[in-house]
C-alpha cells in the first residue's frame, strides 16, 4: 500500500487506496459504504483515531530512518513515545 484517503460525510465514507502491484503497477481501489469500522484485535477505533494512528506509524518509520535504525516501528497494537 503505497497511500491512503478516508473521506467521511453524513452520507457515508469512502476509502481511496494506492496500492503497488506486479512490482511496478500502481492501481487504486475504492470502498465506499454507509459506514466503516476500524479495529485493532477487538478494540474499535474512531476513524480520527485510525488516522492519528497511522500518522503516528509514518513519523515513527520516519524517525528510524532519520536515525539510522531499522525501518520497522512499533506494530499497531503497541504504544508509540
Known sequence: MSSAILGQASIGVALRIGLLVGGDSYV???V???????L??????????????????????????KAGLSPEPASAGEETA
Open 32 to 38: 465506499r459504504e454507509e459506514e466503516i469500522a476500524f
Open 40 to 65: 485493532i484485535g477487538e478494540r474499535q477505533l474512531t476513524p480520527e483515531k485510525f488516522v492519528e494512528l497511522g500518522e503516528a506509524y509514518w513519523e515513527a518509520f520516519a524517525n528510524r530512518r
Open 28 to 30: 487504486e481501489a475504492f
